[in-house]
């Protein structure tokens, strides 16, 4: 049986990740409380962050810029998306 979750992103129970995907406490804190349909929305942003800012993930910057809009697009409900972004129509 999948393990559920009260996700924080969608605001409401859905099933919870298979392990931590992210290093350290936070990581912790995403697999307890978000769902995998959430975390692959995060997913689909980032790439779309990494893509349109050309993020270079060698650079600690990078990375840390990264790490801050997760946690906004995960914990604060913020509206994360790429400068320029637009999407392709439907």
Same mark, same amino acid.
């Given at each position: 049986? =999948? ?6 992103? #969608?605001?409401?129970? &859905? @099933?919870? #990740? ?10 912790? *804190?995403?697999? /307890?409380?978000? +769902?995998?349909? %959430?975390? &692959? /929305?995060?997913?689909?942003? /980032?790439? *779309? ?5 050309? #993020?270079?993930? =060698?650079? %600690? *910057? =990078?990375?840390?810029?990264? &790490?801050?809009?997760?946690? +906004?697009?995960?914990? @604060?409900? =913020?509206?994360?998306? &790429? /400068? ?5 129509? %439907?």
């Amino acid at each position: 049986m =999948a393990r559920m979750v009260q996700c924080v992103k #969608l605001k409401r129970e &859905a @099933e919870g #990740l298979d392990y931590p995907p992210y290093p350290g406490d936070l990581g912790v *804190r995403i697999w /307890q409380s978000i +769902s995998k349909d %959430a975390w &692959a /929305q995060w997913m689909d942003t /980032q790439t *779309r962050l990494v893509n349109e800012n050309r #993020l270079n993930l =060698a650079d %600690a *910057r =990078a990375r840390k810029y990264l &790490a801050q809009q997760m946690e +906004s697009f995960l914990f @604060e409900d =913020a509206d994360v998306e &790429a /400068q320029g972004y637009v999407p392709p129509p %439907a």
